[in-house]
């Protein structure tokens, strides 16, 4: 393949890959008379168009992606991202229309935010949500917010945060920022909270529980509800990062099980692409007695016609973000639900889960399973048959680059040594499955006779295992003119 | 639709090698108390075709396309090159997550080192992120910053900051004790810099303030800075129209040490307010303390020159609640269309549309200025937006120019109760000549 | 004890102790947990801290771990030589790679820590 080089390296003066139109208006000069200006942003690049469609085109081929095959990111769902979606949210009146237009101009707009609004309340058992948050990170950010809001005007916010060990990274992060301190509970040897533990835990200076369901092993959390009675009995609120929703969706909702805060993340369950890291969308969905504290500004019916109130209630926690939300990737959003409708929606959860099944089945002979509890959308192996050969859980990684399919997540929850987390999702056929569980077994067998081939893992891809130590010690973070290489 | 791709028989082979007979075993785990009894009260199944009509027709509800608007205020209409939409909808980009696995992933990297690259030669500083949310939670985010590395209580705000990203601003310190302290403007609609200087001290971690400002006035970040510096306070620069910097000085070398904004303008189309994108860039020194994900160069084992995420231990999965931010997923797509636009306009491309815009904006400003009634508000020096004040309410205004199809500007009376008939105009390249001599005719017959 | 003796930690810290100045770093087995280290986040000369309390932080590509000092103590000198070349913790985490050298507070702490012998017992028990 040809090596693609960094775009400001074939950069040559003279070159121009787009053209304004001519200035149709007279020209005046000295219109910044005391400022500084520049005459030019010095390196950036010169290039034509059949250059840049070049680099781009080269530089996608060396990625991998849900379109090209199988994706078993654990705990990130990364099943198929439909065009529909795509063609849907590049119509032209959502695409160019400003987010300060009078609000007679963005009715549709505002039509499809609340829709969305009440079909997630509606799929979630929530009473209401807001869409603002731009990732999921930044909807935890929000619900503990709104749990500290409603918590100070009781008369106390608070202190500490309780959550699971088995927890996602983002999730004590954002406690942090809302200004908590987080104590983390000890999962039992079935994988999931111990009830023992939390009671003891809880008291009146925790503010809230953070916990996944299922949590980040695919176990489902079968004591929540005596979980969140435990937290309610001490005036705490369960909060509840809806990461893996996708097992769920149809089948039971974080509202029964007395869940008050949760947060989505659209482009897991619900479809839309990753992007190669975002734009995400992270809606965050409530019980009624956090309304008063939702962000602004809130999307209400009036009659007919639907209206932003931006100043709803001097107990806001405030403006999270600029606009509304992320729209477009909540465009995306509605037109798969409105496409799956009821039956569909609740086929991903059973399809999902019966893949993940499928494949725990097939492997659980093959790779160490820390725990045998009952996985719903996904199972965390681990490395540890096979680090007897020396071979880590990063290799297996790496050498299943080579039979084409992107590796499982690694080394997450962190309290499985050597993890490799394998969440398959409803859209794969059992073609690929099949293509995958063959894949591991070879792995397997690879780590018995021959190691070496998997850690030198991968080999035919445009680039082999990268030095991530050199790349932390010397960085090199960005391109300039005066290297040579 | 369910994008399933499993035959009859497939399940029935599943189900057996499993050892079930129904799928509903499987989820055992549930307890019965729980469990959803009932279909989900949604609408739907729709097939394309009809889900196609369902959108068409709330489509219809918004804003027809013929209307003229002069709307800016931090988000901007500008000229979009064909490319970019072509090449930032293949799947190899849109469809993979967080590059994760370098070696499947140089694409998506290497674009986020082209970005970061970009950035810093537009802001003149030394490293930038791969993105951020948008404009207001990277404003929130540079505050946050500016505190772990001053650990000083004090912040000082431009009132002339975006007034969405000083309320975001708030929101995200709101628990941590800071006292934020809003600093007025002066007649240029520039920040008041006697009273800056009167509230800069050793308690202050960092001065934030817009250039071009939400009023469209460009402030004197060199100034700004070296008062900043008198007190080791960090100069924090937000820039929400970067199409300015094609003309203006970077700001990193005007002195200021954090410059964060929102690059929608960037070949990231209105949207209703998002997905946009934020960017940040820093002084090397405060690389530790710097949020969002990081992309760096190396080799792989052959030699060859390769891209990684790097500096991941400052990140939430590694530090966890001692982690920069608490960010993840972010902007990668929409940081992508921003290389792809600028890459494309190039060094010339993007001169000369900082130039255009800088010319249609002054043209509309002069002819604006000559209305009789019409006055304006500030004598700074502007790049593409300018406040007018009105000799009618702001109200009215809006609606008679709303029924000639024109959406004139921004009314700030709301966010701003001291601007009363007061409204921000943004002129892009986007606007011919005679759409401006239009909004001049219609004011000039109203007024 | 032994001029020269090293004294080490459960959190796998060591401590040399010359007259009333102790030396401190990590020990081996610490270095090969963490992997290839990219960063040390060193303290400040002058600065005092207690027994077992957190003084610094080391970085390897995926992992984060606290440092914590032995014994208490003011810091008298740091390694400025690791924030160039933080490889020598793993190359010579008991010699070149020294952290900081403390002014040691009170030397009874140090019957709170293990031989060289005894860490190496410790280890083995730790082993799974």
């Known amino acids: 393949m040809i090596r693609e080089p960094l775009i400001f390296e074939i950069s040559g003066e003279g070159k121009r890959g787009f053209r304004l139109p001519p200035l149709d208006i007279p020209v005046t000069i000295n219109l910044l008379n005391e400022v500084p200006t520049r005459e030019k942003v010095d390196g950036f690049p010169q290039v034509s168009e059949t250059e840049i469609v070049r680099h781009f085109t080269r530089l996608s081929q060396t990625n991998y992606c849900v379109d090209i095959g199988f994706y078993p990111l654990g705990s990130c769902t990364m099943k198929y991202n439909p065009k529909i979606n795509e063609k849907v949210a590049a119509m032209d009146s959502f695409v160019r229309t400003h987010p300060s237009v009078p609000l007679k101009f963005s009715q549709g707009n505002l039509e499809i935010l609340k829709t969305t609004e009440e079909l997630l309340s509606e799929i979630t058992g929530m009473d209401a949500f807001t869409l603002q948050p731009a990732a999921g990170a930044q909807g935890e950010l929000v619900g503990m917010l709104l749990i500290r809001a409603y918590l100070e005007d009781l008369g106390n916010p608070r202190k500490i945060v309780l959550i699971p060990d088995s927890a996602h990274g983002t999730n004590p992060s954002s406690a942090h920022l809302s200004g908590y301190t987080v104590q983390e509970i000890k999962s039992n040897e079935r994988g999931t909270v111990d009830v023992n533990d939390l009671a003891r835990m809880m008291s009146e200076d925790v503010a809230a529980l953070m916990i996944t369901n299922p949590n980040t092993l695919g176990i489902f959390e079968d004591e929540i509800k005596k979980i969140a009675g435990i937290v309610h009995s001490k005036g705490g609120l369960v909060y509840m990062d809806g990461a893996n929703m996708n097992a769920l969706v149809g089948h039971c909702r974080p509202g029964d099980m007395d869940v008050d805060v949760i947060h989505l993340n659209l482009h897991k369950t619900f479809s839309t692409p990753h992007g190669g890291g975002g734009p995400g969308s992270g809606p965050v969905g409530i019980k009624s007695i956090l309304e008063p504290y939702l962000p602004v500004p809130l999307i209400e019916r009036h009659g007919e016609g639907l209206h932003l109130n931006f100043n709803p209630s001097k107990k806001t926690i405030g403006r999270i973000r600029g606009f509304y939300g992320n729209f477009l990737v909540i465009v995306k959003a509605l037109t798969y639900i409105l496409s799956l409708g009821p039956q569909g929606l609740s086929e991903v959860a059973e399809i999902a889960v019966l893949n993940a099944n499928y494949i725990r089945k097939n492997l659980e002979k093959d790779y160490h399973l820390k725990y045998d509890s009952p996985t719903l959308h996904e199972c965390v192996f681990s490395d540890k048959f096979q680090k007897e050969h020396g071979v880590l859980n990063i290799d297996i990684a790496k050498r299943l680059i080579d039979f084409g399919m992107h590796p499982p997540t690694m080394s997450f929850p962190l309290i499985v040594h050597g993890a490799l987390m394998v969440e398959p999702t409803e859209t794969e056929s059992k073609r690929d499955l099949d293509m995958f569980i063959a894949a591991m077994k070879t792995i397997a067998i690879e780590a018995k006779e021959n190691p070496e081939v998997i850690k030198s893992a991968p080999h035919g891809s445009y680039v082999r295992r990268l030095d991530e130590t050199k790349a932390a010690r010397q960085p090199v973070l960005k391109w300039t003119p005066e290297r040579t290489d | 639709m369910s994008y399933i791709s499993l035959s009859d028989n497939d399940l029935k082979e599943m189900l057996t090698a499993i050892g079930i007979t129904s799928i509903k075993e499987l989820f055992n785990s549930i307890p019965a108390d729980i469990k959803l009894n009932r279909d989900l009260n949604v609408p739907g199944p729709l097939t394309e075709v009809e889900v196609v009509a369902y959108f068409e027709n709330l489509a219809n509800k918004n804003l027809s396309l013929d209307v003229l608007s002069f709307l800016g205020a931090g988000a901007y209409s500008h000229v979009i090159p064909s490319v970019v939409d072509y090449l930032s909808q293949r799947g190899e980009f849109v469809s993979p997550y967080t590059p994760y696995q370098p070696e499947i992933s140089q694409g998506t990297l290497q674009t986020a080192f082209e970005f970061q690259t970009l950035i810093c030669q537009l802001t003149g500083l030394d490293i930038a992120n791969a993105s951020l949310y948008d404009g207001a939670s990277g404003a929130a985010e540079a505050v946050l910053m500016a505190h772990r590395l001053r650990r000083r209580p004090k912040i000082l705000v431009a009132r002339s900051l975006h007034p969405q990203y000083r309320e975001t601003i708030r929101t995200y310190v709101n628990n941590l004790h800071l006292n934020i302290i809003e600093i007025g403007y002066d007649e240029s609609g520039c920040i008041d810099l006697e009273k800056l200087k009167g509230s800069m001290d050793e308690e202050t971690s960092a001065v934030v303030f817009q250039s071009p400002n939400f009023f469209g006035s460009i402030e004197d970040i060199q100034k700004i800075s070296e008062m900043a510096h008198q007190y080791s306070a960090l100069s924090t620069a937000v820039i929400a129209e970067p199409v300015s910097l094609g003309i203006l000085e970077a700001p990193g070398i005007l002195g200021a040490d954090i410059v964060t904004g929102e690059a929608q303008s960037f070949g990231i189309p209105l949207s209703f307010g998002g997905p946009y994108l934020g960017f940040m860039s820093c002084r090397k020194e405060f690389i530790r303390q710097f949020p969002g994900r990081i992309v760096g160069e190396t080799h792989d084992v052959e030699g060859k020159r390769g891209y990684v995420l790097t500096l991941s231990t400052r990140e939430q999965h590694i530090r966890r609640e001692r982690a920069t931010s608490n960010i993840c997923t972010n902007q990668a797509l929409c940081a992508l269309r921003a290389t792809m636009f600028l890459e494309t306009l190039g060094q010339e491309g993007f001169r000369e549309l900082a130039w255009q815009n800088l010319q249609k904006a002054h043209y509309a400003k002069g002819q604006l200025s000559q209305i009789k009634g019409i006055s304006l508000k500030f004598n700074g020096n502007i790049f593409n937006e300018f406040v007018c004040e009105f000799p009618k309410p702001w109200e009215e205004i809006e609606s008679i120019l709303l029924e000639k199809k024109i959406i004139i500007g921004y009314g700030l009376e709301n966010e701003f109760p001291e601007l009363k008939n007061c409204a921000v105009i943004c002129v892009t390249e986007t606007h011919k000549k005679e759409d401006i001599d239009k909004l001049a005719a219609v004011l000039k017959e109203i007024t | ?128």
């Not at chain 3, 008991?94 to 009874?108: A, F, P, Y």
């Open chain 3, 1 to 128: 004890m032994n001029p020269g003796e090293y004294f080490f930690a459960e959190s796998h810290e060591w401590i040399k102790i010359e007259g009333d100045l102790g030396t401190i770093g990590i020990s081996d087995f610490a270095q090969k947990q963490l992997g290839d280290v990219v960063y040390i986040e060193l303290p400040e000369v002058g600065a005092v801290f207690g027994f077992h309390q957190s003084f610094g932080v080391v970085e390897s590509v995926k992992a984060v771990s606290d440092i914590y000092s032995p014994v208490a103590g003011e810091v008298v000198e740091v390694n400025s030589g690791l924030n160039d070349s933080p490889e020598l913790l793993n190359e010579d985490p008991q010699n070149k790679g020294w952290i900081m050298k403390i002014k040691v507070k009170d030397e009874s702490e140090l019957q709170k820590l293990m031989s060289a012998l005894d860490y190496e017992k410790f280890l083995e028990s730790q082993e799974d």
